[in-house]
């Protein structure tokens, strides 16, 4: 069974910095993309940034860009994002997935980032 289990997440003031964590147990993950989307309130979620998990290479959103990182961590299946330069405007429920052939199949339950003005 494929679990991804966020953490991390909480309430920081803009200009701070907050770093989640997807730990995934089930399968091998070596084919995949790893990716973490938002979700604010009362809006669509979106992918934020992602990962392929063999080679490292990275995508991020503009919104994004410059303050965002995202990484993995082989050794102990486990993907990062690290948040830096918060803004208000990223507060949202934070999902990692992962997924294959263009398709997520696999989602986490969330963990909500709130950024205070």
């Known amino acids: 069974q494929v679990q991804l289990v966020e953490s991390g997440g909480g309430l920081v003031q803009a200009g701070g910095s907050l770093r989640l964590s997807c730990a995934a147990s089930g399968r091998t993950f070596s084919g995949y993309t790893m990716g973490w989307f938002r979700q604010p309130p009362g809006k669509a979620r979106n992918l934020v940034t992602s990962i392929r998990w063999s080679t490292g290479s990275t995508y991020y959103a503009d919104s994004v860009k410059g303050r965002f990182t995202i990484s993995r961590d082989n050794a102990k299946v486990t993907a990062y994002l690290q948040m830096n330069s918060l803004k208000p405007d990223d507060t949202a429920v934070y999902y990692c997935?992962?997924?294959?052939?263009?398709?997520?199949?696999?989602w986490g339950q969330g963990t909500q980032v709130t950024v205070s003005s």
């Open positions: 997935a992962a997924g294959a052939g263009g398709a997520y199949l696999y």
